[in-house]
Nanobody, 125 residues
Framework: VQLVERGGGLVQAGGSLRLSCAAS????????MGWCRQAPGKEREFVAC????????ATTDSVEGRFTISRDSAKNTVYLQMNSLKPEDSAVYYC???????????????????WGQGTQVTVSS
């Protein structure tokens, strides 16, 4: 599967952005989809994930209540709505896909087999 992210950019603190990730292939609904991010000098970290049906989601504590993940199977697309952005949210955001079933391990970047090229999000203070 190929993943292409869009929607990154520069935003002031408190602002919003919506990232999208378009996936190729006919089996989009079978993948657990996730968003991870990586800031300079830091390891890639989990942000959010969603199961194949879209009925189960998880977010990391630092974005809880501010970020929402969703998916549209008709468009083979997963979204990350980011509100109340903070400077510490600045990073390259990656879309990822996993063939594993949705479980607690979906919170770990190592469990994703497919990755997009990433999109830069910069939040100014």
């Amino acid at each position: 599967v190929q993943l292409v992210e869009r929607g990154g950019g520069l935003v002031q603190a408190g602002g919003s952005l919506r990232l999208s990730c378009a996936a190729s292939g006919r089996t989009f609904s079978s993948y657990v989809m996730g968003w991870c991010r990586q800031a300079p000098g830091k390891e890639r970290e989990f942000v959010a994930c969603i199961n194949g049906s879209g009925g189960r989601t998880a977010t990391t504590d630092s974005v809880e209540g501010r970020f929402t993940i969703s998916r549209d199977s008709a468009k083979n697309t997963v979204y990350l709505q980011m509100n109340s952005l903070k400077p510490e949210d600045s990073a390259v955001y990656y879309c990822a896909a996993s063939t594993l079933i949705y479980y607690s391990g979906s919170r770990y970047p190592r469990n994703y087999e497919y990755w997009g090229q990433g999109t830069q999000v910069t939040v100014s203070s």
